[in-house]
């Protein structure tokens, strides 16, 4: 008998060891954090509380700085959705996952796996809500509940379709009152909004008529601006956010990535209330840039881009916008409170990033889609509490694309091939950064624009891959010039005095991308920058 419990003790026992061996093997040890990424589309790096903006009011994300590493030079491997996306997801240059516009989320063939499927096979459960826009195979390994009369990826990549029913079906269609419109180009018309003067047909509410000419011109998501009168539970946001804090209470006993993607503050920006009435137009500190004219500049040089060079109207499309962020952080306030109350917070790895910047008028501009500090740079933060030291700053530039290897390294995963590095080492202040820089990549198609930029924190260098591309060269100085008013070459007369500054960030640029292999290369050595 004495025999028996023996060989079942010693069996125990090794049955405990193999059984630990295994959690760890598969990351399932107290050591590997849960994740959770909260992405936001479009978000300007400075468009919350903690990068010194005095008006906008993000209590929540100032909270999560203080209690994490805020990378303050953060720059987007693309200024556009899904290659920026599908880069941060796979760790990968645009150029080498061929994924180099929006478009391509429903055609290319990227077969880099992303951080949630390589987690996904050592045990963590992966699942996404919201705003996906990356190659569509990709969102085969979330495991989000079956959503009824849809299957596989469907109920993920098909999100906001699905969101926009639920509206319909929730909110009864009614008349329209003097000022208002039915928002057409996301909500399908079937939400009223009242018109600020910045909406392409604000000009015509007066009247009441709008003329034929104008209903036939297809209207942009970017032409809509004012208030929408949907109530507060049913916004994109506050359902987004409610998903999410779901998911949070059913995967509280499961090892989980979790990845909580806003739409907003992306166009068309028509806020609801409360948060639409918390910002005055007149209260909103237009950029310093709003009257730049381009004129030594890759960017539609010398052309006026109404209405985001008119000082009120850009106000009004602030307010609005600066609502938006105001409410995701509302959100992202009771997300992290869930963390509290279900006391996960102690061991998850939180990932707040947005996609890409937003100009909101700065160079009389909007949108996105080039390398202008207010498109490229990107909010950044990361925290993990008893692990990452909190309240610190990083102004080295870095770029987003790093998010892939810092979550698999914390994960318990090393050296997974990737364009970027982890900023684990960096953060927990073990490591120098590997890299003084950060690049940015986009218009593969256009040769009248750069194709690449690098900046560190001093020095921004816009080029391109093509020996035959029309693009003005740029290079700013951005301690002394940071709103990037003054390209130092180009047509400037000086610019040879800044020859040396230029190659060394060519040097720097061209060594990146042989250590990563990238095939633009050869065009940027053999690029001329400066020219007599």
Known sequence: MNDFKAVISSSAILLTIIFCFAFTAFGLTEEKPNILIIITDQQAWDAV???????????????????????????????????????????????????????????????????????????????????????????RVYENPPVEGMTGTEPIIHWEPLYVQYV????????????????????????????????????????????????????????????????????????????????LERLKDEQFILSSSFHCPHVPITPSEPYASMYKAEDMVIPASIEDKRENSPYRTGKVIPPYNDKEKVQYMMANYYAFVSEIDDWIGKILNKLDELELAKNTLVVFVSDHGEMLGAHGMRGKFNFYEESVRVPFLIRYPGKIKPAQTISTPVSTLNIFPTVLDYAGLKNIPTDGYSLKGLMEEA??????????????????????????????????????????????????????????????????????????????????????????????????????
Request: some cysteine.
């Open 49 to 139: 509380g903690y990068s010194g903006n005095k008006i906008i009011q993000t209590p929540n994300l100032d909270r999560l700085a203080s209690e994490g590493v805020d990378f303050s030079g953060a720059v987007t491997p693309c200024p556009v959705c899904v290659p920026a996306r599908t880069s941060i997801l796979t760790g990968r240059l645009n150029e080498t996952t061929t994924v180099r516009d929006n478009r391509d989320a429903r055609i290319a063939d990227c077969y880099y796996p992303t951080f949630d499927e390589i987690l996904s096979k050592r045990a963590y459960h992966a699942e996404y809500y919201g705003k996906f826009h990356a190659p569509e195979h990709m969102a």
């Open 431 to 532: 490591e120098a950064p590997k890299y003084d820089f950060a690049v940015s990549e986009w218009q593969w198609k256009n040769e009248n624009v750069p194709s690449i930029m690098i900046r560190t924190e001093d020095w921004k260098l816009m080029t391109t891959h093509r020996s035959g591309g029309k693009n003005i060269e740029v290079l700013f100085d951005l301690k002394n010039d940071p709103h990037e008013m003054n390209n130092l070459l180009g047509s400037n007369p000086k610019r040879f005095n800044y020859k040396d500054t230029a190659e060394d960030l060519r040097s720097k640029l061209v060594g990146y991308l042989k250590g990563v292999n990238s095939p633009l290369v050869e065009g940027i050595e053999k690029r001329v920058l400066i020219r007599n």
């Open 168 to 247: 319909k079906e929730k909110v009864k269609r009614r008349p329209l009152t003097p000022g208002e419109l039915y928002e057409t180009t996301f909500y399908g018309g079937s939400v009223p909004y009242k018109l600020d003067p910045t909406d392409r047909y604000y000009k015509y509410m007066e009247s009441g008529e709008i003329p034929e000419s104008e209903l036939s011109r297809k209207l942009s998501q970017s032409d809509i601006h004012g208030v929408l009168d949907l109530p507060a539970e049913y916004t994109i946001t506050a359902v987004q956010g409610r998903q999410t804090i779901e998911a």
